[in-house]
């Protein structure tokens, strides 16, 4: 081989060494840097949507737990005062016994908060993000955007259904299965007013999330 011939792969051998550090070079230039908030608020990775969705299952675990021993204790103790629920349910439990309305609303919203908004969607939301992906493996679901999107239709279901406890109405007491009349006569209860409104929204928003 001649010397020309030496020396043009030479050149050709350093210049393809030149483009591939440039190449890498560029990568790491124009790498990727998460925020906190791509992190950990609008995440799109299964694994950290699956753990939003364990933290708001387990808010409302404790909070329709709270809402059984309220109901549980006046149904257990029927005659008895309890004074400190009407420091906390105000109006709702005068003299510290639950008034009617504000009983089966209780039952209503610890209803339909365990079934829908913890078993439903906080223990599936959280197995099935977690562990699928893991399963098949993949990288991630097959959307993450719209992956992401379930878990905030979900949380935006849960601050509506979480307010409809504080309208002036009361709460939805229709039962968490929503069986007429009391679902369908807005002069049924107080909260077949206001409060069926605010859970029939919490409810469309959590079948949105839930497709």
Known sequence: MSNEAILTQDVHAHSAAHHDAHGHDDHGHHEHHETFL??????????????QFLITGMVWAVLGGLMSVIFRLQLGYP???????????????????????AYYA?????????????????????????LIPLQIGARDMASPFMNMLSYWFFF????????????????????????????????????????????????ALFVVSSL
């Open 38 to 51: 791509s992190k950990y608020v609008f995440s799109m990775d299964h694994k950290m949507i699956a753990k």
């Open 106 to 130: 209780l039952v209503t919203t610890h209803g339909t908060v365990l079934v829908f908004f913890v078993l439903t969607a906080g223990l599936s939301g959280t197995f099935a993000n977690f």
């Open 79 to 101: 005659d008895a005062s309890f004074p400190f629920l009407e420091s906390l349910l105000g109006k709702w439990a005068k003299g510290g016994q639950i008034t009617p309305e």
């Open 156 to 203: 935006v279901a849960s601050i509506v259904m979480l307010s409809s406890m504080f309208v002036e109405t009361g709460p939805f007491s229709g039962g968490w299965t929503a069986y007429p009349p009391l679902s369908a006569l807005g002069d049924a209860s107080p909260g077949s007013k206001t409060g069926m409104d605010l859970w029939i929204i919490a409810m």
